[in-house]
């Protein structure tokens, strides 16, 4: 017997950034069920950056929504990583892994490891996977690079 089909629409994460028609004026409620999200979302995103029409209610144009998204998902996506960055979650941007502390921990197969090393604008961790050999090349690298610690 096969289960039944849940009645609860699946939440996607890769949203469009072309959901709105450009020439559109669209309310709170509007946006909210246009992007299927809550209330909270939708202050936060005004709190981002993005514009609106100060109304009752409050409006919001389509191009603006369009060009909020396509500029906040290139700023999620970014650039890839370096040989030795770490991508910190909190701030978005990346960290060296050759300064500071770092934290290394086994995965279960022992060829993979998780490398960490503290943020220092959010004190979060920025994580990055790395197998065996790079580990060992960014242990070489870490013993010789003198960092920002000169004996001057």
């Given at each position: 017997?096969?289960?039944?089909?849940?009645?609860?629409?699946?939440?996607?994460?890769?949203?469009?950034?072309q959901k709105a028609k450009l020439h559109w004026?669209?309310?709170?409620?509007d946006v909210i069920k246009l992007y299927d999200v809550c209330r909270n979302t939708l202050i936060n995103w005004v709190a981002a950056g993005l514009p609106f029409i100060n109304a009752k209610p409050r409006l919001f144009r389509g191009a603006d929504l369009n060009a909020f998204h396509r500029k906040r998902r290139a700023t999620l996506i970014g650039e890839p990583l370096g040989p030795h960055e770490a991508r910190c979650l909190g701030c978005k941007s990346y960290h060296s892994l050759l300064d500071g502390e770092i934290a290394v921990s086994a995965a279960g197969n022992r060829r993979t490891f998780s490398v960490s090393v503290a943020c220092p604008k959010t004190r979060s961790r920025a994580y990055r996977w790395v197998n065996r050999e790079e580990l060992e090349t960014l242990e070489r690298l870490r013993e010789t690079n003198p960092g920002t610690k000169t004996p001057d």
């Open positions: 017997m096969s289960s039944p089909v849940s009645a609860k629409k699946k939440r996607r994460n890769a949203q469009s950034d004026l669209y309310a709170d409620d």
